[in-house]
């Protein structure tokens, strides 16, 4: 074989990332502060909504009923994520939180649907509201909300969290419409109110739904980073003293957070590449923020072919037939 260095190749990567252990305590603690908070008052909103036959609690009821479940599996998601690598897994399993912020993202869209269908229905066929529960509740959900995006504001740094912050600020939203509808029928009785603000509320939701669900399929799909320069980091590898060409560049997320690099890196001399990759590690982790890297050198070597005994296979193995 006349290109042994080919094998050789350097994996490097950090494992004792403070971002990915070191909030994970934290981050289970909101979860389950707004998972318990989120429960608990979708069931007062859902019953107030039913008697007060307000469609703006009763979505918002919904909606925070669908958030518990979101908060349930992203507390799930988030003790699975920081299962160490195994045998099955050998990244680890980081991508459970982006699969549950994913998943969370379609629920959040078929609600927004249901939402505006449901006040579209109620528009052209008015509902009697009772106001002043409405706004009792109201008042109510909106501090328990409150109270829950803070928790969770604490904990964002992760995109799991970050899913989980964005239902409870639509649970928000959905409380101070729930609060306006419910003022605006006690001063005038005008109904139409309470669907209107409910359509006006599930399209600010729309918006950072749909932003969470292109991140999160990024990451899926294995994209470069958003905030990455693709062509920059490539030149700068491509640049390094000694370093001749750069091919197979591929960049990608392993999770919400950790980026993970591969290249087939040509040099001029074999000799270099301990420097070069020394130099290379140093540059990615400084500049970009990449710490989990696999670089692969290759380095002509026909001119020491020529010199090269070459010996027959089997002289390796066995000792040559006698004739």
Same mark, same amino acid.
């Given at each position: 074989m006349d290109q042994g260095h080919d094998h050789y190749f350097d994996h490097d990567h950090d494992h004792g990332s403070p971002h990915v252990?070191?909030?994970?305590g934290n981050t289970r603690r909101a979860l389950a502060t707004a998972l318990a908070l989120t429960a608990g008052f979708a069931v007062v909103e859902a019953v107030g909504g039913w008697v007060a036959g307000s469609l703006a609690l009763m979505s918002d009821a919904g909606h925070m009923i669908t958030d518990a479940g979101a908060l349930g599996l992203a507390l799930f #998601? *988030?003790?699975v994520s920081r299962r160490p690598p195994s #045998?099955? #897994?050998?990244?680890g399993y980081g991508r459970a939180e982006v699969l549950a912020a994913f998943v969370n993202a379609i629920v959040m869209l078929a609600l927004v649907a249901w939402i505006c269908i449901e006040a579209a229905t109620r528009i052209f066929e008015p509902h009697d509201v009772k106001g002043g529960l409405v706004t009792v509740i109201a008042i109510v959900g909106l501090a328990a909300n409150i109270v829950a995006a803070w928790v969770l504001s604490r904990a964002s740094g992760s995109l799991n969290a970050r899913g989980a912050l964005l239902h409870v600020l639509g649970d928000l939203l959905g409380s101070l419409a729930a609060l306006v509808a419910g003022g605006v029928i006690m001063a005038t009785g005008w109904t139409p109110? *309470?669907?209107i603000l409910s359509v006006a509320v599930a399209l600010l939701i729309l918006r950072s739904t749909w932003q969470l669900l292109k991140q999160?399929?990024?990451?899926?799909?294995?994209?470069?980073p958003k905030h990455l320069d693709f062509e920059a980091i490539g030149t700068s590898l491509a640049t390094l003293p000694g370093v001749t060409d750069v091919h197979d560049l591929?960049?990608?997320n392993m999770s919400s957070q950790g980026i993970a690099l591969s290249a087939h890196v040509s040099i001029a001399r074999g000799e270099d590449w301990l420097g070069i990759l020394a130099r290379a590690r140093r540059m990615l982790a400084k500049e970009y923020g990449i710490r989990h890297t696999t670089l692969q050198p290759t380095w002509p070597v026909a001119h020491a072919a020529k010199d090269r005994r070459v010996i027959p296979?089997? #002289?390796a193995d066995e000792p040559p037939h006698a004739h």
């Open positions: 252990h070191g909030t994970g #998601a *988030d003790v #045998a099955r #897994a050998s990244y109110i *309470d669907p999160s399929t990024g990451v899926l799909m294995e994209g470069v591929h960049i990608w296979v089997h #002289a």
